[in-house]
């Protein structure tokens, strides 16, 4: 009997890049900023101290060889190229770039070789990311090797053509997000690994968190982190400038992963590598579930990881994730500051430049502490007096007294309005208390409304061109949505709406708010990418079948399910792992190492099978054929199981209907 090999793939192909190469989609016209967003513009450069430049000479210091070029994968295509933000090189901001993050941006665009101090060095501007490299007695500590192995094997080279090659010894994943480990294989061989040549440290929880995070939910975070991103935008001073913690990802490079050899499970540990002392400060529920802290005690240096940063970061990603704890945040960074502050002479992280001397050190730390207890406390206090989400992110315009002009507390990748709401859901959830919003119309049926209710689509345009004439882009957008979602195929709406939307892009000091404006007027003008994303080897292997049986309880479709009530057992031989599982009223359950007495069929395979099929190298029904799976009992009702199963668009449309 063969049976419908796509369905299984599709359930167990989530393990999905935030990458995507250039899909081909024309780009679209952007246009002109409007004579007001060219002044709001222009007026920033009256709120903020421009003139101070101290920033310009620590992103540049200690460079011992700029990188200039490109960075190709195995195909030949280029993944990274410096000269694609050449167009910075303009000392002035254009009326359609913020000025305070144009000067972000070229802060951001310092690529190359730098030494942080005597023996420790960072590859900064290639990636994403920064890969920090320490000089052990016998080799190589490197933390974070980037998003992809490309950038990774280039960055370690440009190290190489400057230093003694001495070979790596030990990698640190500082913490769980793909830019931080992605690039592991480009630097090390998992057999060297595997032979206790190369220890690679993580805080507790990374594989899993690594892993889970895009698992689940993978392909929703995938399609709106392209909108974050701004990948399919180009760079230029009308698209994409920047990602506020860096350039942005690599595009089309390769993914990789390597399981740690020790685990950071305590507080506080210390570990001896290549005869460098790092004492090791885990936390958990700050920028990531699995983040941990460095302390070079004979360097004097602190590695923040991505918890203090050169911008405000996200306690909610607009790609989405799980809330991040802001109070747990603020603590943590309190608590390196308590720990650390008197003895650190230098502060370097997973993104942006190093910060030089203690003075500096106490206050950056000191004032990112309480940047994050305001956004907490903040937003506590004000949603216990009434206010509601939005009421709340409307009344934090800004941080309390010099915080708001500090240029490492400005909103380049998160911001204030993004960040109270994330803390106003983590105590308080989405719904605001209205009864009016506890069942609100879908935006469909809500745009015929107000469209029908404010005179028909031209009143709409006219209302939305009036506002867009006075400089109300924010209430030309709302308008404009209800509008595009009611009348999807309504040209001049959907122009309209790009039209406003790429003006707050070139409004926005955040950089991953610009992206989403522009990527959003780019699809509404030319649609929605064709293209999907593609599954990571690594992470699919890394995978556990308990994750595979999570994935299959997502993907089915109770509807179709409802009335095939039935009982499997899957079994993984190699592992001696058995699963039961249970479908019943439309709802697929299931229990770790059970079976069921007498279960309706019974499936038997190696993980490295289900790995095979899931990255598509081979089918069911050869691999049944083969042997490779054996299936006993009712084989219909395996295959009935595998027919319900959904398959998701990794494109799905967000501006539009």
Known sequence: MRFSIAALAIAVSLFSAMTWAADGTPSAPAKAASATTADANREMLHKLPFADRADYAAARRGLVAAFEGEVRNAEGKVVWNTHAYDFLKREDAPDTVNP?????????????????????????????????????????????PLYATETAKAALELYYQHRPRKPVVAIIYSHSHVDHFGGVRGVVDEADVKAGKVRIYAPDGFMEHAIQENVLAGTAM????????????????????????????????????????????????????????????????????????????????????????????????????????????????????????????????????PTWGGEGIRTLLADQRDMYAYVNNQTLHLLNQGLTPLEVAEAVKKLPGELDRTWYARGYYGTLSFNTRAVYQRYMGFYDGNPANLNPLPPVESGKHYVEALGGADKVLE??????????????????????????????????????????????????????????????????????????????RAATPAMFMDVLTVRLDSDKAVGHDMTLNWNFDDLGQDFALTLRNGVLTYRENASHAKPDATVTMSKA????????????????????????????????LLGMLSSFQPTFNIVTP
């Open 463 to 540: 209302l939305m061109r009036t506002a867009m004439d006075k400089g109300d882009y924010r209430w030309a957008a709302q308008l404009g949505n209800h509008l595009v979602f009611a009348d999807p195929e309504n040209k001049a709406a959907r122009d309209a709406q790009a039209d406003a939307l790429e003006q707050l892009g070139y409004r926005s000091e955040s950089a991953i708010w610009r992206n989403i404006y522009l990527t959003g007027a780019k699809e509404l003008r030319v649609g929605a990418p064709q293209q999907g994303g593609r599954a990571i080897e690594d992470l699919v």
């Open 100 to 144: 305070s993050l144009w000067r972000q941006a070229q802060l951001n665009a310092s690529a190359g070789l730098f030494q942080v101090a005597e023996g420790l060095y960072q590859v900064r501007g290639i990636d994403l990311a920064n890969m920090t490299i320490i000089e052990g007695e016998d080799g190589l500590i490197l933390i974070d």
């Open 222 to 353: 995938f399609r709106r982190g392209m909108f974050q991103s701004g990948g399919t935008v180009p760079n230029n001073e009308r698209g994409q400038v920047d990602a506020g913690i860096g350039k942005g990802a690599p595009m089309g490079g390769t993914i990789s992963l390597i399981a740690p050899t020790d685990l950071i499970v305590k507080p506080l540990e210390t570990h001896e590598i290549a005869g460098v002392q790092v004492e090791f400060q885990l936390t958990p529920g700050t920028e990531a579930p699995a983040e941990m802290n460095l302390y070079l005690p004979q360097l004097n240096a602190l590695c923040m990881a991505e918890n203090a940063v050169m911008t405000m970061h996200n306690v909610l990603t607009p790609r989405g994730a799980e809330v991040r704890d802001a109070k747990a945040w603020s603590r943590f960074i309190d608590d390196s500051l308590v720990r650390y502050g008197d003895k650190a002479q230098v502060m370097f992280a997973s993104h942006n430049w």
């Open 609 to 640: 099978v289900l790995d095979s099929i899931s990255l598509r190298q081979l089918d069911f029904p050869t691999a049944l054929k083969q042997g490779d799976i054996k299936l006993e009992g009712d084989a219909a009702r395996f295959k009935a």
